[in-house]
Structure formats: structure tokens, C-alpha cells
């Protein structure tokens, strides 16, 4: 629904036996992350989060998004969480803007509880003008082999180096 607004969805609930169509609003989705991303356009420090919870935090994603903000002479700081409410990072009153690389579903569902701009890397990206925010849907390609961009765990950049195996030479020997 949020990767494919123009798809209809249905819920069938076994012990009802109710099946519903579900709804929703895309256009707050949109409006929403996008403030947070014009907000963020502007900020000097940004705090990333590595989640520690399971293996939500993608060391290679953080180190990348480093990078990128170093490479626009940007502040930051790495910290650790395994969760990530609104009075923790009250506390770090000079981030600007946070990235959290922990749950991809959290800033979309709770960015708006946060009074600092709470990005996904894939905003990030946005926010740096290194990628356009496509209008007519929002990618969900976080776990996806086939992603748009390294800000996702399965992206080509990140996945091992497969070395060709020689093929296998049998000599045998004639009239043994």
C-alpha cells in the first residue's frame, strides 16, 4: 500500500469470516516524510543510528551514509540503540536531524512523533540531492536484491565478491 498506492488491498479475518478492503493515505505519507526531508535539507548535524536490536544496523549502510555526509561537509555523530524513542534523542540537543538505520518502517509509521526530523537512508539521500522523492510511490526496496541505491541492506555494493571456482582437470591415464 505505501510501495503501491494504486493497488487495491483486502484483509479476510479467518474467525469473522469478514473480508475488508484496507486503505491507506498515501498523500499524508507523502506530505509528511517530505516535510521532514525539506527540514533536513537544512540542518548542519546529523546524528545516524545504528539499531542493535536483531540485525536491524546495517554497519556497511551507516559507513556509506558517513561518507555521503562527510562529502557535504556535514556534522555527525554515530549512536548505538537498540530502540528509539523520542525522549532518548531529546537528549542529543545538538542533532539537527536524525537517520536511523534500524527498522525501515519506523520513520515512515512514527517520524511524526519525533520533534526532530527522523530519516530513513533512503531520505537522506533525498535530502542531499543525491535522488529525486518519486511521486507516485515510495520505495520499500529495503531488503529488496534488486535496490535502487546503498541505502538498502542488499544493494550490489554491499553483497561479497563470489571469486570463480577453476574448473576440475581429471588426468587419466591410458592402459593402467
Known amino acids: 500500500m505505501i510501495h503501491n498506492p494504486s493497488v487495491k488491498a483486502y ?38 543510528i545504528q539499531g542493535t536490536l536483531g540485525r536491524q544496523g546495517n554497519i556497511k549502510i551507516v559507513e556509506e551514509l558517513e561518507r555521503r555526509l562527510e562529502a557535504k561537509n556535514k556534522k555527525f555523530f554515530r549512536v548505538l540503540l537498540s530502540e528509539i524513542f523520542p525522549d532518548k534523542l531529546a537528549k542529543f540537543e545538538e542533532v539537527d536531524c536524525w537517520v536511523q538505520v534500524a527498522c525501515p518502517r519506523l520513520s515512515i509509521d512514527w517520524g ?21 522523492f518519486p511521486s507516485s510511490h515510495y520505495p520499500m526496496d ?35
Not at 499524508?28 to 537544512?42: E, P, S
Not at 520533534?115 to 540531492?129: H, I
Not at 541505491?149 to 563470489?162: F, Q
Open 11 to 48: 484483509q479476510y479475518d479467518p474467525y469473522s469470516r469478514k473480508f475488508t478492503r484496507e486503505h491507506y493515505d498515501f498523500n499524508v505519507l507523502m506530505r509528511n516524510r517530505k516535510g521532514a526531508v525539506d527540514i533536513a535539507r537544512k540542518c548542519t548535524t546529523f546524528g545516524i
Open 112 to 132: 511524526v512523533e519525533f520533534p526532530k526530523p527522523l530519516l530513513s537512508p533512503f531520505e537522506l539521500a533525498v535530502a542531499l540531492d543525491e535522488i529525486s
Open 142 to 176: 529495503y531488503y529488496s536484491n534488486e535496490s535502487l541505491g546503498p541505502w538498502t541492506n542488499n544493494h550490489e555494493s554491499y553483497r561479497p565478491v563470489r571469486t570463480r571456482r577453476r574448473q576440475k582437470v581429471v588426468v587419466t591415464a591410458e592402459g593402467v
